[in-house]
């Protein structure tokens, strides 16, 4: 590369990436194949519109391109229609919402604190200030979602839109119970399964197929492919769906992030990944277990899936001096709210950590007892202010790391 800057940069982020345990429950590591597919000369071209129905010559390649990811998209999760044009989750979501709702009309999701996603109706993003936003939450005792709360709620508020699925939930979502209601309630239930959808094409966790009329996902998160997002849907909402990205909210789509979709589609639809999926839960219920057995508290005790949410109030300490002094140590990780907390977002009492990125890498069961002491010695060094004892940690974890290639 001629860019001595860029090309420096991109040294020594491969580096870090290399050397730290990655335990952002929403990153992974792509595979080179998807970094070449999102690396390749399609960005260049220009394709808004449709495979068939384009407003710019030269689409020979585009269209099947943009075809086999489609193709590929609703053979692995069984669906109808696949929109494989959303830039991101959050322009996903939006469309879904001029796709099903108008401007002032009722919607419902989960609280961002409690878990949900900003997207879901929360005040401050464009969902919570164009729409009637209500929230439900999840149980003060348990951490648990209460279906009578959210039953009584949409009874009551009527919404157009009920969103479940969120970035900080541990449990499984009953995708069956929430179709229920939303039925009961006139809603159309959208499952945004933007952090579990790795999960759902490799077995892991149950699909929401059959249950929500719109399911809405990035694919750069357990997925394992580049930047960008997916809706899925029935038959019924494809036309409306497909018209709320383009031209409803976007010009072209980005050609070289459909090449990178459809590899990492096609990776998804393999024997291995399924293994992967499975792997990802057996590390995160391993590496909770031992969490607990160092004494930390868990939000729902848990996890059913690939991420934990830890509440560290009875360790004397807030999520962001944790996050940190673990980003020292070499531990990649995120502060975040736990649900009723009781100090600000932006020095909650929470610290969200996930094994995607980690079980790419090929840790196993295995080594989680060693990185929950980890995270349990760098808890006590942040709590002393001792740098030299998180060096120390991030020198173990790049020799444990060595042992892993990317
Ligand atoms: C990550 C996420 C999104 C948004 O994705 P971006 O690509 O960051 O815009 C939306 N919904 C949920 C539940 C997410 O976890």
Not at 104 to 130: E, F, K, Q, Y
Not at 152 to 165: Q, S, T, V
Not at 202 to 207: L, R, V, Y
Not at 361 to 369: H, Y
Request: proline share 6%; net charge negative.
């Amino acid at each position: 590369m001629h860019d001595q800057r860029v090309a420096e940069l991109i040294g020594l982020e491969t580096e870090r990436q290399r050397d730290t345990l990655r335990m952002i429950a929403s990153e992974n590591y792509v595979s080179r194949d998807v970094l070449e597919a999102t690396g390749s000369v399609f960005t260049n071209k220009y394709s808004e519109g449709y495979p068939g129905k384009r407003y710019y010559e030269g689409q020979r390649f585009v269209d099947p391109l943009e075809e086999l990811a489609i193709e590929r998209a609703k053979a692995l999760f069984g669906v109808d229609h696949a929109n494989v044009q959303p830039y991101s989750g959050s322009p996903a979501n939006l469309a879904v919402y001029l796709a099903l709702a108008k401007p002032g009309d009722t919607v419902m999701g989960m609280a961002l604190p409690m878990g949900g996603h900003l997207t879901h109706g929360w005040p401050v993003s464009a969902t919570g200030a164009w729409f009637r936003p209500v929230q439900y939450s999840v149980r003060r005792e348990d951490g648990r979602i209460d279906f009578d709360e959210v039953r009584d709620l949409a009874l009551r508020e009527r919404p157009k839109i009920l969103f479940c699925g969120g970035t900080a939930i541990p449990r499984t979502i009953d995708f069956p119970r929430f179709a229920e209601i939303a039925h009961e309630a006139g809603a159309v239930l959208v499952a945004d399964i933007a952090h579990i959808a790795g999960l759902i094409a490799g077995g892991a966790h149950p699909s929401p197929v059959g249950h929500a009329e719109v399911i809405s996902t990035t694919t750069h998160k357990t997925l394992r492919g580049p930047r960008g997002a997916m809706l899925l849907c029935d038959e019924r909402h494809a036309k409306a769906v497909d018209k709320a990205v383009f031209p409803g909210l976007q010009g072209g789509p980005h050609n070289h992030t459909t090449a990178g979709i459809a590899v990492a589609l096609g990776e998804a639809a393999q024997p291995s990944f399924r293994d992967y999926a499975h792997q990802v839960v057996a590390n995160a219920k391993a590496l909770a277990a031992a969490l607990l057995e160092q004494g930390f508290d868990l939000v729902s005790g848990g996890t059913d899936n690939h991420l934990i949410l830890l509440d560290l109030t009875g360790k004397g300490i807030g999520g962001k001096p944790v996050a940190k002094a673990l980003d020292r140590a070499g531990i990649e990780t995120n502060y975040n709210t736990v649900p009723y907390d009781t100090r600000k977002p932006f020095d909650p009492s929470g610290l969200r950590i996930g094994t995607p990125a980690l079980t790419t890498r090929g840790l196993t069961e295995a080594q989680m007892p060693q990185v929950a002491a980890w995270m349990s010695r760098a808890v006590d060094a942040a709590l002393k202010s001792d740098d030299a004892a998180l060096d120390a940690i991030a020198g173990e974890v790049r020799e444990l790391l060595r042992a892993y290639p990317v």
